[in-house]
């Protein structure tokens, strides 16, 4: 067949990091995806929370069409409009003061990364004063210890795997950088013990995504602001999977009355253009001067018109109010399933990031639903599965949803 030809060619040309489903998806129709051989399938993977508006958005796809033709890129040397557009409106949902675009989340990580490792570096230069004697042969260790978690994922690149609390993922690329301690998530004292005069940021998720749907609990997040404001340390919300409606506010931090002073957003930001960001406010804001960063594609025209389309949609059709009401009925149906079968121990999340955790390995019935059942799920570590589907999807899709998965874990 066409599709065992295609795989096999995969496999020789594209690099092996990734042991993928025997299936070749070819288009895409609001939540509905189709093979190569013609299957329908039902989507609750989203592309790993990216596809917020679905396949074949008009709206969008018109949007983004438009822009293709127009320009796709200029580099940062210039000014396009649908960056400033975006950025704009990105900055009003989240009440931030400064954007800068990225092409992924991992890279809004480094972003955010350098603002708190530039934070500490100018408070060290302003206690040690302008041109201070013997500064040059004296240089103080400017390490900026950063406190991240343990199970959460920040990405690939060096420096975000470096705040990835996985040891299998971070194991065979050590060392890494420097100066970042690991604390267990929604455990305040596990922070307070690492905090020192070193200390300049703290990094997480608000909902541990891959780590298996852990939302923070509120005493946590609201505990570690407080430490935060305190020990004057950033605090940086990785919202690159649950931000974006997903929780069912436009940022997860908006549930708890917390604000970060960074975070990141990508996933959902582009419906599937490959974009990201970093954002922040206050202080943070301006810890980096001219010179400090760049990226050559990031917001270029393209993908900011992809975005700015995003916002407005979220915006006109009330995404989060939707969010909020398909997520609770969501949330219904799998706390039944989980109280009918034994093999779920766990169910966690809220709005359209939810997860169940099982007894048995989740691999085979994620494999069994895709083949056999039609329906797209993903996994989170090895226990879990995560219901992350488009944001639009009705009530029906979840009725489908339970019909499948009952039948792929029916055993
Ligand atoms: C997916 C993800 C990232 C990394 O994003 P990429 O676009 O894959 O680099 C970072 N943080 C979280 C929470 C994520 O879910």
């Known amino acids: ?177 420097p100066g970042i301690r690991f604390a267990d998530f929604n455990d305040l004292d596990s922070v307070k013990k690492l905090i020192n005069s070193k200390t300049c940021a703290v990094i997480m998720e608000t909902i541990q995504g891959e780590g298996g749907i852990y939302p923070a609990t509120e005493e946590f997040i609201k505990g570690v602001r407080a430490l935060c404001d305190e020990h004057d340390l950033l605090l940086i919300l990785d919202e690159i999977q649950c931000g974006m409606g997903r929780s069912g506010e436009m940022f997860a931090w908006q549930h708890y009355g917390v604000k970060p002073d960074v975070m990141t957003v990508a996933k959902a930001l582009g419906n599937g253009l490959p974009i990201g960001a970093f954002l922040a406010w206050g202080k943070a804001a301006s810890a980096m001067v001219p010179g400090d960063h760049g990226t050559t594609y990031g917001g270029n025209p393209l993908v900011t018109a992809g975005a700015s389309a995003v916002l407005d949609i979220f915006e006109k059709r009330r995404i989060t109010e939707h969010v909020k009401e398909i997520g609770a009925y969501l949330y219904e149906k799998l706390e039944e399933l989980s109280k009918e079968l034994d093999c779920i121990r766990a169910h966690r999340g809220m709005g359209l990031i939810q997860g169940l955790e099982f007894s048995v390995p989740a691999g085979p019935i994620v494999s069994k639903a895709l083949l056999e059942q039609k329906l797209v799920l993903i996994s989170a570590g090895t226990n879990i599965i995560r219901f992350v589907p488009p944001l639009v999807i009705e009530k029906a899709d979840v009725d489908e949803m339970m019909k499948r998965l009952r039948a792929a874990a029916a055993e």
């Open 1 to 177: 067949m066409a599709d065992k030809q295609l795989m096999e060619r995969a496999e020789q040309a594209l690099y092996k990091v990734y042991n993928r489903f025997p299936v070749v998806f070819d288009h895409g129709e609001g939540v509905k995806l189709y093979d190569t051989e013609g299957n329908e399938y039902l989507d609750f993977g989203a592309g790993i929370a990216v596809m917020a508006l679905g396949y074949g958005d008009e709206e969008y796809t018109k949007a983004v069409e438009e822009q293709l033709h127009k320009l796709t890129h200029i580099s940062n040397l210039f000014y396009n409009q649908p960056s400033i557009e975006a950025g704009e409106k990105l900055l009003q949902v989240s009440h931030m003061d400064k954007v800068f675009f990225t092409n992924s989340g991992t890279e809004a990580i480094e972003g955010a990364l350098k603002i708190a490792k530039r934070y500490h570096y100018n408070k060290l230069h302003e206690t040690m004063g302008d041109g201070c004697d013997g500064c040059e042969d004296a240089e103080p260790d400017m390490t900026g210890e950063i406190i991240a978690m343990n199970h959460s994922f920040h990405g690939r690149s060096l420096g975000a795997l470096s705040v990835t609390g996985n040891a299998h993922y971070q194991e065979p690329f050590k060392p890494l950088i």
